[in-house]
């Protein structure tokens, strides 16, 4: 199938920019130090120790470029890397400063990390900056309020105002973790799981009553939750799954306002994905259980020549463009 386009939208990029790496050979920043091994960078993180390995595919603008004309991206909306994301505030504008250099070195845009009590003024600070797009939140933030608590409502509240899309990312190391016989399975189905049972919990929290509008993104096609919808209502109905009277009849109702991406999706589940709402193609570059060849899936998906032009381009275009 072939589409007419002028540009195809990757959503879901990682990377670790170079020059952050370099910077923090020579100096710490809040607790963070680079160092090269034999198998690529790693970072120290304070309480964690060593992430692994970070090749060249996260670091460097060749691989990078030679992967997007593989695939046939023509441009990636940059994300941190959520193994370096945690820290205090220093470190989260530092981050953001090696991260508005990357966008704009690529000519493109990235999403912003906050994190702690001033994570509201911090994203309004960020967001101030044209080469910032949105918000890439972890779902279990180590380091203050889950997103469903009321606490994090002056964040939503500002996202809300300003139309600030913001990208909900499950950590690498997540609560499924504490399942023992997920075993090796933490990152095939155990982050699957973390998304669903966070995006659930926004729902009957009522922070999507609250706070109308909201422009939020869904990693990994949502989890498990749209293809699960409806054993939601039932939790929701029998009281298992509930938090308080929601303003619309059941938790599913709310699926059509989430944004999804298409990572680790089939081109069936593409298409019955595209049901809910507003499908972004999304490819987790750099990593082994993303999508290598994303476009290719989509266009497999036997949607119309519309949704797959809506998918590769128009719905990330119109969320992730800033306003003139």
């Known amino acids: 199938m072939e589409v007419s386009r002028t540009e195809v939208l990757d959503t879901h990029a990682h990377i670790v920019p170079r020059s952050l790496l370099t910077a923090l050979q020579q100096r710490p920043v809040a607790g963070f130090s680079a160092r090269r091994t034999e198998r690529g960078w790693v970072v120290a993180v304070p309480g964690t120790g060593e992430t692994r390995p970070i090749g060249a595919r996260m670091t460097d603008a060749g691989p990078r470029a030679d992967w997007q004309r593989h695939a046939g991206v023509t441009r990636q909306i940059l994300s941190p890397w959520l193994d370096i994301q945690a820290g205090g505030r220093d470190w989260a504008r530092t981050l953001n400063d090696a991260m508005a250099d990357a966008a704009a070195e690529a000519g493109t845009v990235a999403l912003a990390s906050v994190t702690g009590d001033q994570a509201t003024e911090d994203l309004l600070e960020a967001w101030k900056r044209p080469e910032f797009a949105g918000l890439l939140l972890n779902t279990d933030p180590p380091d203050g309020p889950a997103p469903h608590e009321p606490a994090f409502d002056p964040l939503w509240t ?23 016989s997920l075993g090796t399975m933490g990152n095939v189905h155990g982050r699957l799981i973390d998304n669903t049972v966070a995006i659930t919990r926004l729902i009957l929290a009522g922070v999507l009553d609250r706070h109308p509008g909201l422009k939020l ?105 800033r306003p003139a």
């Open 217 to 321: 993104v869904l990693v990994h096609g949502g989890g498990f939750l749209p293809y699960q919808a409806h054993r939601l209502d039932g939790g929701y109905r029998t009281k298992e799954a509930f938090a308080g009277e929601l303003a619309r009849e059941k938790p599913s109702a709310y699926l059509g306002d989430f944004h999804y991406d298409t990572v680790g999706l089939s081109a069936p589940a593409i298409a019955f994905l595209a049901g809910f709402g507003p499908v972004l193609l999304g490819s987790d570059y750099p990593f082994a259980l993303g999508d290598p060849d994303p476009v290719r899936t989509v266009r497999e998906s036997g949607l119309d020549d519309a949704f797959v032009e809506a998918i590769l381009h128009t719905n990330a275009d119109a969320l992730f463009r």
């Open 158 to 180: 500002l996202a809300a105002a300003e139309g600030i899309p913001v990208v909900l990312h499950p950590p690498t190391c997540g609560p499924s973790d504490a399942l023992a």
